[in-house]
Structures are given as C-alpha cells and as structure tokens.
C-alpha cells in the first residue's frame, strides 16, 4: 500500500466459483501486488451442491477446495507477507470451514487468527415464516414456502467483515453473503467508509463485482476470445483501490489474458438486473454513469458509481428437494446423425414411460431431449443440420428414485437395439440424485442478527437497518424507451449482431440477463432501433418464456436486456444443458441487423 492521501488498497480475486483454477491464490500471492486475497465460492448454484453435501456428511457444506488446496499452498507466503484474506467459502457450514482451516493452520506451525462470520442461517425462522401474513412468497414464481427446506441463507452484506478486518482478523470465513461483499468490506476497513456512504459503497461494491467471477475480468469469456493471449497462463485480477471509490483493473505482470474497457464492460454487465438499481445488502447500485477507460497496457480504470441506501430486506436463498433427477448421453456417428440421436432419444422416452405406467410409478415429472452438436440451443436459429456426429442428451426428473433408476438402465440397450452408430454412453451409466431446486424471498433485516466471532469471542455488531437516504446519488430509471429513428440507408447491408457489439450472459434464478456493448459509440443509435426488447424476444422466444426488459447503460455505450422464466427452472432445477444461460448472449450474437457500410467502416 502507498502512504498519504494517495494510498491505494490492492485486492487480487482468487476464485470465481467453487472448482476454479488452483493456480489462481499462488499467481497473486507470488506477484507481490496484492495487500489482500478474496476468494468467492458462492454461485446460487453452489448453494444447491453445498445443501447435498451437508445431507451426505454433516461435518461438511463449505467449499473444501479453499482449505485443502488454496489455502495450503499459500498459507505460509500469506503470513509471512502480511496478506489478509477473505473467503465466503464456508457456505452453508462457516464453523467447519474455519476448523479445518485452523487444523490446516496447526499443522503447518502457524498461529493465525480466523474469525467467522455467521448469522446468515435462517432456517430457525421458518415456521413462523410459514405463519406470517403477508405469506412468503418465491421473487420470480410467486410460490408459497415448500415444506421440505434443506437450507435457508440470506445474502448478508460487508459490515460483519469490516468488523471482523478492524478486529484484527487475518483471515475471515463467512457463510453466504452477496459476492461483492468480500471485497467491499475490505475497503471499509481500509478506508473507514460509513453505512451512509452509499457512493463510495457504490463504488465498492463494483470493484468487488469486477473481481467476483475470477479471470471474467482479465480476458475470460471475452466475446472476441481469438484476441485473448496465453490461456495456460491467464492473470487473476487485481483491483487498485483508492479512497474516493475509483480504482483500476489489472492483472500479476507477465500472465496471461487481457485488460481493456470492453473486458471490463462484459464483467460489469453480468448477472445484474436494472443497472440503475443494483439491489444489495449496503447499497443500492446505479452503474449507468460508469466510465471504463484505459489507463496503460493491462490496466483499466472505472469511476462514476453511484449509490442510495438500501432496502429493508435481505435476499434469502432457499433450497429444497423436490423428487430427482437424472441425465444421461450417447453419441451418435455417421449419416442423419441427427435424426438418429433424437428418435433414439425419443423411443427410451417412450420405452420408459410404458414400463412406469405397468410399475404404477405415474409419468415423468420433466423431461428434456437435447442434440448436442445440433446446435440443439439454438431452437429455429440452429444451422448444423447435417453433422456426422452428434450427442444424444436425456434429463429426466420423476418424484421417485427407482423410477430414475429404471431410466438410467434403459439407456446402455440403445447401442444394440436402435440406430447404427451409437456409441459414447458418457461415463457409464446415468447415476440418480436429488433434485434440488432454489427457492428466493425477502426477509426483513429486522429478523436477521449477524454475528462475528474470532477465538471463541463474539464482536459486538450493530443489527442492520436501512438507513434513511442522504449523500447519495439517485439516477433517472434507466430502462430504454423503445425508439424509431431514422431508416436504414439504402446500402445497408446485414450482418451479425457479433460485428457490431460485446455480449456476455449470466444468470440469477431462472432470469437471464444479456449485457450487450456497442463496439463504437456511432452504433448505438442503430442497436437501440434495431435490438428492441420485442426483437430479442422473438429471437430468443424458445428459451425465453417470460419478460424481456431493456434497459440502458449509457457510461458504457451499452443495453443490458433482463429475459425472465428464461433458464428452465435454473439452477439444478433445470433439465437444460445449459442451465445457466452461458451461450444466451453468443444465441443473441448471431442476429441478424443492417448497418450502413460507412459506420461499418468505423470498425476497421
């Protein structure tokens, strides 16, 4: 860090996901850039894995990957340089987490101080809940509270890790918590920022959503990926964070990847609804104003967030068992590959259901028939018709394991009985597991005690409230009003939304959201004529049930368009083989606008 006014807080994002890279926590410890590592395991579908484990083995339910590989390879450097790291690796178990990482810590001779920050656990609250008027309601379906809940966390914000860093913590454990929330209660406590500081928590908040998703930011994903240099050895990002909330992007010199605006544009788009209403714990976020510049090879800078206070409420993640679930795959070669693999798929669709109405088992629940290879996700877009291989892929969900059971026998007789060519059963034969679905609501703040201990002693925490709105800066709504400018030139030609704009898509729920930036600012007129909500959804209309809204990032020169009852369910709850709307945004990319050859020409 730099001393004075000037100081700046420099905090490397060493995972994205639980089952991200072990090369990340070792590339930024070794750079010597990094004053603090956070890790972030918490993806809504992770909770989900984390709820099976538990059931398994009690002592588990936390990301086992940060003790027994991250932390492991780096404890020693981690003290030895004074780096301070926090993890919301303890998932549903955040006790357990921080034991074995205190055993890991023995082990090794180090003496290390390890705070946990819990609270989060709603599921004592559940049946009052059940009685509460107005009923818990589901945030997309509007579902009343299942009866069989595994788990119930709610999203807690920065506050308990700022409190647990001015504790002296050295390294901090937290169960769920919104992703951002791991670096933004770092610069808290670096900066001394105020719960009523909502620009800088803005601001905060964003660098952490930068960093969030690991080498998202460094290259990863990137829609022009052929540009992207040194895969083997990608850069973890870095954030260099300054106390007026500013802060650049970058990356360990001499790794792998790529840092510019348009990078970090598709990171700050992903997996975020109204840009002007970012919802978290903290803060609400407004992002529309955001300028992205860059400021030196691999170093970009963004400025501009904006902030306002906080809802009442917390986001609670809910999970529960609802019956099973299974997949299967063959490969299909040779000619009508494709034709073969969905009639082969078809007929055990058929055999199986016949045989469960004779074992009185009742229809299947859900069933989905993918061909993988067939450009299946792309429903009347798909153009590969006609390929010699293809892979037959079956998800079935039913409300009894043995019928799942039959199901996944039934399949391994479809290389001798049906078509020539199969081959490939996948790994064997399909296994049967819980199906496991998520379940969102809000909880009033007033209802949720956060709580910090380290070494067995609790820190007193101030319970949250919403504090009245003041400093803050509150934007117009940034949704984007349908407009019809000009016609086309003449000697307009058409080309694919891919020449003309970035894209990247994520998922919160079963809603997809696809953030799309203009390669130049001069395109931006023709995209918001041309790319209207009543396009994308025609275009995307078999994937996408419910509501497409649009909504205008204009700092950036973007649209960020939010696809509601888009992913199947979502989650582990989807029978999709993309269950989290990852090619959503490459399925837009291919549509199909005109543009004039003179702003085509821009792009040269």
């Excluded at 009442?312 to 099973?324: E, I, L, P, R």
């Excluded at 203009?518 to 931006?524: K, Y």
């Excluded at 582990?572 to 004039?596: E, F, H, T, W, Y």
């Amino acid at each position: 860090m730099n001393s004075g006014n000037e100081r700046t807080v420099r905090i490397g994002g060493a995972s994205g996901f639980w089952g991200d890279s072990s090369v990340g926590a070792p590339q930024l410890v070794g750079s010597g850039q990094v004053d603090y590592l956070v890790f972030d395991y918490l993806a809504e579908l992770t909770m989900s894995i984390l709820a099976g484990a538990r059931l398994k083995k009690p002592e588990l339910g936390y990301a086992t990957d940060f003790v027994s590989v991250a932390m492991k390879a780096v404890l020693k450097d981690v003290v030895k340089q004074g780096i301070r790291v926090v993890s919301n690796a303890g998932g549903v178990n955040p006790q357990g987490c921080a034991d074995a990482l205190a055993a890991l810590a023995a082990e090794q001779g180090i003496a290390l101080k390890i705070a946990v920050v819990s609270g989060d656990d709603v599921s004592p609250l559940l049946p009052q809940l059940r009685q509460s008027q107005p009923p818990v309601r589901e945030l997309q379906s509007g579902a009343a509270l299942p009866e069989r809940v595994l788990t119930a966390n709610a999203y807690l914000g920065a506050r308990p890790i700022q409190a647990a860093l001015d504790a002296g913590a050295q390294v901090v454990i937290t169960g769920r918590c919104v992703d951002s929330a791991v670096t933004l209660g770092v610069l808290m406590h670096e900066f001394d920022w105020q719960p009523g500081d909502f620009d800088l928590l803005a601001a905060g908040s964003l660098a952490g959503h930068i960093i969030e998703c690991g080498c998202q930011a460094t290259g990863g994903l990137h829609t022009d990926w052929d540009t992207v240099p040194d895969w083997p050895n990608i850069g973890y990002p870095i954030v260099e964070c300054s106390a007026d909330g500013s802060f650049v992007v970058t990356k360990p010199a001499d790794t792998g990847g790529k840092l510019t605006p348009a990078v970090v544009g598709e990171q700050m788009l992903y997996e975020i609804g109204d840009p002007a209403a970012y919802l978290l714990p903290d803060v609400v976020a407004d992002f529309t104003q955001v300028r992205i510049e860059q400021a030196g090879e691999h170093r970009v800078r963004v400025h501009g967030a904006r902030g306002r206070a906080p809802t009442a409420s917390y986001k609670v993640c809910a999970t529960y068992v609802d019956g099973f679930k299974a997949a299967a795959q063959l490969t299909i070669v040779g000619f009508d590959a494709v034709a073969k693999a969905r009639r082969t798929g078809e007929v055990i669709l058929a055999r199986t259901g016949a045989l469960f109405s004779q074992q009185g088992f009742g229809p299947y629940s859900g069933a989905l028939l993918e061909v993988l290879g067939a450009e299946s996700c792309y429903g009347p877009h798909a153009q590969a018709l006609q390929t010699r291989e293809a892979v037959l892929r079956l998800a079935v969900t039913h409300s009894r394991k043995e019928a799942l059971e039959l199901f996944a026998r039934e399949v391994a007789p479809a290389g001798t009985s049906w078509a020539p060519g199969t081959t490939g059963a996948g790994g064997g034969r399909a296994s049967v597991s819980p199906s496991i679905r998520q379940y969102a609501f809000l909880l009033d703040k007033s209802q949720v005690e956060a709580r910090v201990g380290i070494d067995g002693v609790c820190i007193d925490l101030p319970r949250a409230t919403a504090p009245a709105p003041h400093a803050g800066s509150v934007s117009q709504p940034a949704r984007a009003t349908e407009t019809h400018e000009a016609p086309v030139p003449a000697d307009a030609v058409e080309v694919t939304l891919l020449r003309l704009a970035w894209a990247r898509s994520g998922d919160k729920g079963d809603t997809s959201n696809v953030g799309v930036i203009a390669r130049h600012p001069a395109l931006l007129p023709l995209l918001r004529e041309q790319l209207t909500e009543a396009r994308v959804a025609e275009w995307l209309a078999h994937l996408v049930k419910g509501r497409v809204t649009r909504y205008e990032v204009p700092g950036i020169d973007a649209f960020n368009f939010v696809c509601e009852q888009a992913l199947g369910g979502g989650g582990m709850a989807s029978l999709r083989n993309d269950p989290l709307g990852k090619g959503m945004a490459q399925i837009l990319l291919a549509m199909p606008l005109r543009v004039s050859p003179a702003l085509l020409a821009l792009l040269l």
